[in-house]
């Protein structure tokens, strides 16, 4: 009698997922931008540098983001999908605390491109500056 075994189920990091860090663009208050700003993201990218949501629905808890500036305490969380594509950072579950990503859907996680995100109210600019493989 045999027994077929069932695979567990795995949710971690899949050969699509790479390490993006953002780091502050110039803007008014930093003209040279801010390496000690940004955010450090680990999520599935398709192979020309867009977040795939086929590869983030089947492993959202391994999709995870950390906030960091020098003159307050990182922030951990989870990169979200809403409902119609919103792409947007959850820290603390049901606060009113999440980052939303400016157009997420439509960018490409290259080193040298820009993406913007909404934090507290206030658009900011990020540079990619690395995408690179768990």
């Not at 606060?95 to 960018?107: S, V």
């Not at 080193?111 to 493989?133: A, D, L």
Request: glycine fraction near 10%; hydrophobic fraction near 30%.
């Amino acid at each position: 009698m045999s027994t077929t075994a069932r695979e567990p189920k795995h949710d971690g990091p899949t050969a699509s997922f790479r390490h993006v860090r953002l780091e502050l663009a110039r803007e008014k208050g930093h003209p040279e931008g801010d390496r000690h700003q940004g955010y450090d993201l680990v999520v599935p990218l398709d192979a020309s540098g867009h977040l795939d949501p086929v590869e983030w629905k089947a492993h959202q808890a391994a999709c995870r983001v950390r906030r960091f500036h020098e003159h307050e305490a990182d922030q951990i969380g989870r990169l979200r999908r809403k409902p119609g594509g919103t792409w947007y950072f959850d820290y603390v579950e049901g606060r009113d605390d999440d980052e939303i990503g400016f157009r997420f859907g439509a960018e490409r996680f290259v080193p040298g491109e820009y993406v913007s995100i909404s934090h507290r109210g206030v658009m900011h600019t990020y540079q990619i500056k690395r995408v690179q493989e768990l």
